[in-house]
């Protein structure tokens, strides 16, 4: 092929999602009026341009490239109203004119190593300008300061889309700024790419089209390489082979175009650009537009903010234009003018909400002819029905679960949950005792109430895209991740979650094998932790039924292996209270759930939990910690009367054992109810004689584990503790003598304070 032919084709360089370079590529192409019209974008997507140039279609929206052999990866072409490619294809469409995507196909560039040397971020910043490491400058910011503008973003806006450029001026001077910023280097990987484009254009003009009427609309930096005739055909080979993919339209976003900042998309404020587009490119209007918004914003939270204010801040603004000698006012104008006027000099109503209306929050919508998957499909149709949010932009709502229908909203938002569908997140359970806790498995089974944030992102279709090799419904979907995660089950409580979990999501097939998972682990496991686990989420299945409905594989299933499990831990209590320190937290924790289970179950062997908890208490054997537990949990259980404690714990606070040995019982057995067992004076009698005997050096040897079981007592539990070692050691009467000779000092010093407050104030009545 003739590359030397690439120089006589129409080139029209652009910088992506920016208004003013699609307001000069409207008028060129009315100028040009191409027979072919060759845009950067996938060439595996040009299928798709009829749906992106469809009635139906309302950007912002998305390309989405997504790979088929079940690795989940995939990659996103965004486009707004105001993007200039978008509106090439638009403009060909309208025009009658031959229009394709040139660049690499969806399958290479997902299959191009981004963390490979030359392709990462290095690569970004000599192609696009975009954000360098910490450590680095990037060129397009240095290139700003050095013009005396704060940020690359506001030299663009003074320098490019603010004039009114015509495309005479404008190609030139984009093209110049491409030499800047390709003053070094440039990356593999895009060179790989302008060769690719390349042969795609020249295909074009071997196909019989004059080069003169050939339009290619792509990045300043490639467009530069081919005016140049700086393109190297040999690279095109060192692309790698294409992966299995496939292609499609998603909504897109403007908080997602704002986020492609860094990629150097000159779109920090999408909205705002998109009335700067609507207007022609008039960025005074769009300025005043925004003020008024922003005052319509202020009013709405009980602020002052009158149509005279929004005048003084659109003048404040185009002062401050003038001022820094730009044809309009910018964002940091906008900005500035904002906070002096319409905020009164404070910041933190622009931080804190007016800004999210210059971002913007709307979604773009795809016309129907696309079709979508099962999944989405599926996903929009429960979103509409049951009015769940659709914004990007954060929601919260509550889920009473006492009817079907909110029921049915709960099972399909755990399900997108376990299928790892970002959407919704659990932010609590409606009640301040239990504002943060688990979003599934034993703590939403009695679960009434559940409150939500639920946000809309382009990433919840790419993972509905994806998502769909695994099922073609919400239930399939999760149903096989679910199965998954119960095939590499290694434990009964791994069993025991996946069982859970699939009665929260609804997947009837899962449940099923999860039964006969949790039985067969629970035969041969020998950690107790595990089987206490277990045993709870079955005793929660037992008692299922106060916000959701029963389970259909059989609640007499489920409780018979309940019984097994509970009984098949019990015989694990001793042999694993025999353990080390590291091991104790998670033995205490599985002792207290087997005790909870022993009493909220009726048909758990309770005798039989108390049987164990005895032996713990009555062992030296055990770690002392777990004694202690015992007797505090047979003590609140009232199994124990005071007396018998009180003897117990002086029994095992002696001086004949341990100090270490005694604190950990201590440990152990202040973590069951502190407050309950603090108020026994005959416990703290023991307690007291317990420290008060202990050897000074032993004390210190003794004190990280005192103060690990003493640290957890409240103030209400120190109260009851100090009450109860004065009324021990006798000291009541002493106590109040100290405090009436306290209060006595209180009174003194009242009186002096009145005494120099009142001589302050007569000074200050002579001054005035």
């Known amino acids: 092929m003739d590359f030397a032919l690439l120089s006589r084709v129409q080139h029209f360089p652009v910088r992506h999602h920016s208004p003013r370079t699609t307001a000069v590529l409207q008028r060129w192409l009315e100028r040009v009026k191409p027979e072919v019209v060759l845009v950067e974008g996938p060439c595996d997507a040009t299928g798709m341009v009829d749906v992106l140039c469809d009635a139906q279609t309302r950007p912002p929206v998305a390309i989405l490239g997504y790979r088929t052999d079940g690795t989940p990866s995939s990659s996103l072409w965004p486009f707004a109203a105001y993007s200039p490619e978008y509106q090439a294809l638009k403009w060909a469409r309208a025009n009658g004119a031959r229009v394709e995507f040139i660049d690499i196909p969806v399958g290479v560039s997902l299959a191009v190593d981004r963390d490979a040397p030359g392709l990462g971020l290095e690569a970004e910043v000599t192609e696009r300008g975009a954000a360098a490491p910490d450590d680095t400058v990037p060129l397009t910011d240095a290139f700003a300061r050095s013009q005396g503008y704060r940020s690359f973003e506001e030299f663009w806006e003074a320098a490019f889309e603010a004039p009114d450029w015509s495309p005479e001026q404008f190609r030139p001077v984009l093209l110049a700024w491409a030499d800047v910023i390709n003053a070094g280097p440039r990356q593999g990987y895009h060179r790989q790419r302008d060769a690719f484009m390349a042969r795609k254009v020249l295909e074009v003009v071997a196909g019989g089209v004059a080069p003169e009427k050939v339009a290619v609309v792509a990045g300043a930096a490639h467009i530069a390489a081919f005016v140049a005739n700086d393109v190297d055909p040999a690279l095109e080979a060192k692309l790698p082979a294409g992966v299995p993919c496939a292609v499609t339209v998603i909504p897109f976003s403007f908080p997602r175009l704002a986020e492609q900042l860094g990629y150097g998309a000159g779109n920090r404020a999408p909205h705002f650009y998109q009335k700067a587009h609507d207007a022609h490119c008039d960025f005074r209007r769009a300025t005043l537009e925004v003020l008024l918004d922003f005052a319509s914003h202020l009013r709405m939270r009980g602020f002052t903010a009158s149509l005279s204010d929004v ?21 940091d104008e906008l900005r500035e003018a904002t906070v002096a006027t319409l905020c009164r000099g404070d910041a933190t109503h622009v931080d804190g909400f007016l800004w999210k209306s210059v971002i913007g929050h709307q979604v773009g919508q795809v016309a129907s002819r696309i079709g979508q998957n099962s999944l989405q499909a599926e996903f929009w149709h429960e979103v509409g029905e049951r009015r769940l949010p659709r914004t990007d932009s954060p929601e919260s709502f509550a889920l009473r679960l006492n009817n079907e229908v909110e029921v049915g909203s709960s099972v399909f938002l755990h399900r997108l949950r376990v299928a790892g569908i970002p959407y919704a997140t659990l932010s609590g359970t409606g009640s301040r005792s239990q504002a943060a806790t688990e979003a599934g498995g034993y703590a939403a089974l009695t679960r009434v109430r559940e409150s939500w944030q639920a946000q809309w992102t382009p990433s919840t279709d790419v993972a509905l895209v994806e998502k769909i090799v695994l099922g073609d419904s919400l239930e399939g979907v ?9 095939n590499l089950a290694k434990t009964t409580a791994e069993a025991a979650d996946v069982l859970l979990e699939s009665v929260i999501t609804g997947c009837p097939q899962t449940v099923a094998s999860a039964l006969r998972a949790c039985d067969a682990h629970a ?5 107790l932790p595990s089987l206490a686990s ?9 008692a299922y039924g106060t916000s959701r409905a029963h389970s259909e594989v059989g609640d007499e299933a489920v409780a018979s292996l309940g019984e097994k499990t509970f009984g098949r831990a019990l015989l694990r209590v001793r042999e694993a209270s025999v353990c080390d320190a590291e091991a104790v937290p998670r033995v205490l924790e599985a002792l207290r759930t087997l005790h909870e289970v022993a009493l909220s179950q009726p048909r758990a062997d309770k005798a039989g939990w108390y049987v164990e908890a005895r032996g713990l208490m009555a062992s030296h054997a055990v770690h002392p910690a777990t004694s202690g537990l015992a007797t ?11 007396s018998d404690v009180a003897l117990e714990v002086g029994r095992r606070l002696s001086l004949a054992v341990e100090p270490a040995d005694a604190a950990a019982y201590l440990e152990g057995f202040l973590q069951v109810n502190a407050l309950v067992l603090v108020k026994s004076r005959e416990v703290v009698k023991a307690l007291d004689d317990f420290l008060c005997g202990v050897e000074p050096e032993r004390f210190v040897q003794t004190l990280p584990v005192l103060r690990r079981a003493l640290g957890t007592l409240g103030a209400t539990e120190r109260r009851y503790l100090m009450e109860n070692v004065m009324g021990a050691r006798q000291l009541k009467d002493k106590g109040r003598a100290v405090k009436a000779v306290l209060e006595e000092k209180d009174k003194e010093t009242l009186k002096d304070m009145s005494a120099e407050l009142g001589k302050a104030l007569d000074d200050l009545d002579d001054l005035l």
Do not use: F
Not at 311 to 331: C, N
Not at 478 to 486: D, H, S
Not at 523 to 527: I, K, L, R, Y
């Open 311 to 331: 005048l003084e801040a659109y003048r404040l603004a185009v002062m401050l234009s003038d001022l820094r000698e730009k044809s309009a006012p910018g964002l």
């Open 632 to 642: 505090g949990l047979l003590y609140l259980a009232r199994e124990l009367p005071e």
């Open 523 to 527: 035969a041969t496991d020998a950690d």
């Open 478 to 486: 999760t149903t096989r991740v679910l199965q998954e995660r119960l």
């Open 534 to 542: 277990a045993a709870r989420a079955l005793s929660g299945l037992m």
